[in-house]
């Protein structure tokens, strides 16, 4: 993970180096993508004629990481229990993650009005998701899946003094279906791993309980720096 942040944010700053570093950006955004979300990125506008080079680091809290309809886990309750109905009885806890890196490619578009620059954006994606169930007798299980995929958006800003602008970012991410590894500790202690790839008969399964983003719509907004 390290490493991939590291030569993304190296890509583009050697990309920036062409211009000598003039008119590069660095933005901070916070809002929604799936549940509450921030996301760090640097952008190089301009390298070619208006075309520009983005890349950015964004995490998420998920709203929802465990499919409540899915069945509570065996011999933690009687037939027909779902993880929903253990949360709302306080048996069952959910927690998780999404951190993903993104790289695109943008087109400025001017000034559509006056002190407001717009840009449209398009790349590859990252996606690092996590989710946990937990339960109070010391059962936990923990889904895990990386997978690539495709976004697309735009981005306004509004400048607020010669370096600083306003920013705002609305876009989709879609992401393909990946191996799904799943950790788990039993309620005596002992624990096993597992790893569904997508061709495996037990993919959908686990698939329909750990909620991860398909196609994922975002709203930010934040501030951005030039340099």
Known sequence: MKKLISLTILAVSATAGAQAFNNLHLGLTGGYAGGLSGEVFVHAPNVIGPV???????????????NDASPELPGLSGPGETFGAAKQA??????????VVSIDGTYGLGEVAPGIDTLVYGGVRYGMF?????????????YSSSSFGLGAGA???????GNLSLVGDLGADY????????????????????RYDTSDGSYAENGARFIRPGT???ARIGVKYMF
Not at 90 to 99: C, D, I, K, L, V
Not at 130 to 135: K, L, S, T, V
């Open 52 to 66: 520009g080079v983005k890349v950015g680091v964004a995490y998420t809290r998920p709203s929802d990481s465990i």
């Open 90 to 99: 306080g048996r069952a806890t959910e927690s998780g993650s999404q951190t």
């Open 130 to 142: 996590r989710a946990n169930e937990e339960y109070g007798s010391g059962r936990t299980t923990t």
């Open 155 to 161: 981005m306004a800003s509004y400048a607020l003094t």
């Open 175 to 194: 992401f393909f279906n990946s191996a799904i590894n799943v950790n788990a500790t039993k309620t005596d202690g002992t624990s096993y791993s597992d």
């Open 216 to 218: 994922n719509f975002k």
